[in-house]
């Protein structure tokens, strides 16, 4: 997999400002959830106090007269209320959890359809899909634990040293907040030496997922070369590295467990010494001594949280940095500003002098240029590697050229826009895809509005309508992961149902009968010749045979235009084309035995 260039990590707040523009239109139920997380804590401190209060009562000879009502009462409304105002913050925040997340998946998932070609051929598809994964749980993750655990926590940290100050001497307030900030230094200090191993999880995670998804795609190239024991060890090796980053993670969780755990013992020890000082020389109430305890424990239980939160804040930052990275993705083609649709009249096409490379080191197509009249058809032929299917990436706007322009009716189609030009053009590309669902679903793609009738109607044309219906589930048959349940013909066949049934005005044809078998292509080549004649059609052809109607015929080399014509004056000319058709007619006819 391509690596991902190393970026300095966002801040919490900056990644909140991010995600702000989804958050806001609930600004009302963040507030809402904020007072009823107030209200939680406010009951939650309560609690200590209406405890000593109880004890300081009960601290008298025992009668059943003196049993202290209010203090009972109260001590079990305030618990009954930190729990309460806790699941109504749940309730009105819910929403904006699963809302934000989900808008900004979206953001990612639209603009990852936005890149161009070539970021996907640099990517595996498994760890891309993993990191968004990832950073989807960590959206709705982080905005949770910073407004409602760290800020809330924060607050009653406050409000606790408040009421020992004002009740006590200062030594008990020294001492909570000692205890407090010794905590807080040495859990931020080891988490983030912890997260080293994190990371390096996630990157092993990330590669296993990438390789898994990858070998389980290409499940029949591993048959066919008895690979699978090779696969085991690339994955396991992946998967070694996640476990060593994994164990790690845990014996170092342990030693942040040790330390918490003895600064907090530290400090309540600290705070009993002075509290029962304090009562022995008669300044304080056996309540005190409750109280004091009460509250620094208290403190403890959200503060081991806090270190927690703040760890699973960094780990939840990095799964966001990794996503949003996505977003930092510069969209290579891009419509231009004000971009109008594209306005077809005729579908006349024209490459003019378009150059065109994936690395300035390596030509693709060097001055290529012609044109098809409105309602023509125009091949290209040539050996393997000569720049043919690069055409149609460059129609469709996976690339842009790096010289040159290419026209539709007269306009340059980087100055359209990409939506309106590719509803413009269809295409049977040579390798057809499909996805995993059913027979119906896939040819309806080509338009999801078109009714059943219709989406009949283009089977039919395409040829595979008896077939479909030869199946036990017909039109719902599944057509398995990218249509292996399918011959090559009939997923080539189900691609060309798809064109015809968006019926655009100009058709790309990749190589489109290059899986059929000989009668087969010559029954779908007469039909698509009888589509094509109403639309402007570029065929990108193997087989000359396909191709010999054709009103133009252009034959490229290395990506150059070198030969063009009529296929008789082609053949007359005894070129390149007639070389090529010589081979490929040699090739036709059967040895004998």
């Known amino acids: 997999m391509k690596p991902t260039p190393s970026k300095p990590d966002r801040s919490v707040f900056a990644t909140l400002r991010l995600m702000l523009p989804q958050v806001w239109p609930y600004r009302g139920r963040v507030l809402a959830a904020l007072l009823f997380l107030v209200a939680a804590k406010l009951a939650t401190i309560a609690v200590p106090l209406t405890l000593k209060e109880l004890i300081d009562r009960l601290d008298v000879a025992p009668s059943l007269l003196l049993l202290p009502l209010i203090p009972l009462v109260a001590y079990g409304a305030l618990r009954l209320a930190s729990s309460l105002f806790q699941e109504l913050r749940t309730i009105v925040f819910a929403r904006v959890l699963a809302r934000t997340s989900r808008m900004v998946t979206l953001k990612v998932f639209r603009h990852l359809h936005a890149l161009s070609l070539r970021f996907h051929l640099d990517r595996k598809t498994g760890g891309v899909a993993r990191d968004v994964e990832r950073g989807m749980s960590a959206i709705a993750d982080l905005l949770d634990w910073t407004l409602y655990t760290i800020l809330p926590t924060l607050f009653e940290v406050v409000v606790v040293s408040a009421i020992l100050i004002w009740r006590y001497d200062w030594t008990f307030t020294v001492i909570t907040l000692g205890t407090l900030v010794s905590y807080i230094v040495f859990t931020f200090a080891v988490t983030e030496w912890r997260l080293r191993y994190y990371r390096a999880a996630n990157e092993a995670d990330t590669e296993a997922n990438a390789r898994n998804v990858d070998a389980l795609l290409n499940y029949e190239t591993v048959k066919y070369f008895n690979n699978e024991e090779h696969e085991q060890r690339r994955f396991d090796g992946s998967l070694v590295r996640l476990e060593?980053?994994?164990?790690?993670?845990?014996?170092?969780?342990?030693?942040?467990?040790?330390?918490?755990?003895?600064?907090?013992?530290?400090?309540?020890?600290?705070?009993?010494?002075?509290?029962?000082?304090?009562?022995?020389?008669?300044?304080?109430?056996?309540?005190?001594?409750?109280?004091?305890?009460?509250?620094?424990?208290?403190?403890?239980?959200?503060?081991?949280?806090?270190?927690?939160?703040?760890?699973?804040?960094?780990?939840?930052?990095?799964?966001?940095?990794?996503?949003?990275?996505?977003?930092?993705?510069?969209?290579?083609?891009?419509?231009?500003?004000?971009?109008?649709?594209?306005?077809?009249?005729?579908?006349?096409?024209?490459?003019?002098?378009?150059?065109?490379?994936?690395?300035?080191?390596?030509?693709?197509?060097?001055?290529?240029?012609?044109?098809?009249?409105?309602?023509?058809?125009?091949?290209?032929?040539?050996?393997?590697?000569?720049?043919?299917?690069t055409l149609a990436r460059l129609l469709y706007r996976f690339y842009d050229v790096s010289a040159g322009r290419i026209l539709i009716d007269g306009q340059d189609i980087r100055s359209v826009t990409q939506d309106s030009l590719r509803a413009a053009i269809g295409i049977v590309p040579q390798?057809?895809?499909?996805?995993?669902?059913?027979?119906?679903?896939?040819?309806?793609?080509?338009?999801?509005?078109?009714?059943?009738?219709?989406?009949?109607?283009?089977?039919?044309?395409?040829?595979?309508?008896?077939?479909?219906?030869?199946?036990?589930?017909?039109?719902?048959?599944?057509?398995?992961?990218?249509?292996?349940?399918?011959?090559?013909?009939?997923?080539?066949?189900?691609?060309?149902?798809?064109?015809?049934?968006?019926?655009?005005?100009?058709?790309?044809?990749?190589?489109?009968?290059?899986?059929?078998?000989?009668?087969?292509?010559?029954?779908?080549?007469?039909?698509?010749?009888?589509?094509?004649?109403?639309?402007?059609?570029?065929?990108?052809?193997?087989?000359?045979?396909?191709?010999?109607?054709?009103?133009?015929?252009?034959?490229?080399?290395?990506?150059?235009?070198?030969?063009?014509?009529?296929?008789?004056?082609?053949?007359?000319?005894?070129?390149?084309?007639?070389?090529?058709?010589?081979?490929?007619?040699?090739?036709?006819?059967?040895?004998?035995?």
């Open 244 to 389: 060593e980053a994994t164990v790690k993670s845990l014996k170092t969780l342990a030693v942040l467990n040790i330390g918490q755990a003895s600064i907090v013992a530290l400090g309540l020890t600290l705070l009993l010494w002075r509290a029962t000082a304090g009562v022995a020389e008669g300044r304080m109430a056996l309540g005190d001594l409750v109280l004091v305890n009460a509250f620094l424990i208290q403190l403890s239980i959200p503060l081991n949280y806090l270190g927690m939160v703040y760890r699973e804040v960094k780990q939840a930052l990095s799964n966001i940095q990794r996503m949003y990275d996505l977003l930092d993705e510069a969209q290579e083609v891009a419509d231009s500003p004000g971009a109008p649709a594209l306005a077809v009249r005729g579908a006349e096409l024209r490459f003019e002098h378009v150059d065109f490379h994936y690395d300035p080191a390596r030509a693709i197509l060097r001055d290529v240029d012609f044109s098809i009249p409105a309602g023509k058809t125009v091949a290209v032929v040539g050996t393997t590697g000569a720049g043919k299917s």
């Open 431 to 593: 390798d057809t895809v499909l996805f995993n669902d059913s027979i119906y679903y896939n040819i309806a793609y080509g338009k999801p509005s078109a009714s059943r009738e219709e989406v009949i109607a283009a089977a039919r044309s395409a040829h595979i309508h008896d077939f479909i219906e030869s199946l036990p589930q017909g039109y719902d048959s599944a057509v398995g992961e990218r249509g292996l349940k399918l011959s090559g013909g009939e997923k080539q066949r189900v691609a060309i149902a798809r064109t015809l049934l968006k019926n655009p005005a100009l058709l790309v044809f990749d190589e489109a009968t290059s899986a059929l078998d000989t009668r087969t292509e010559k029954i779908i080549q007469a039909e698509l010749e009888d589509i094509a004649r109403e639309r402007t059609t570029l065929v990108i052809a193997h087989r000359l045979s396909t191709i010999v109607d054709a009103d133009e015929i252009i034959v490229l080399d290395q990506g150059c235009i070198v030969e063009r014509g009529h296929h008789a004056a082609l053949l007359a000319a005894g070129g390149r084309y007639a070389a090529l058709w010589a081979m490929q007619q040699r090739e036709a006819v059967p040895v004998a035995a």
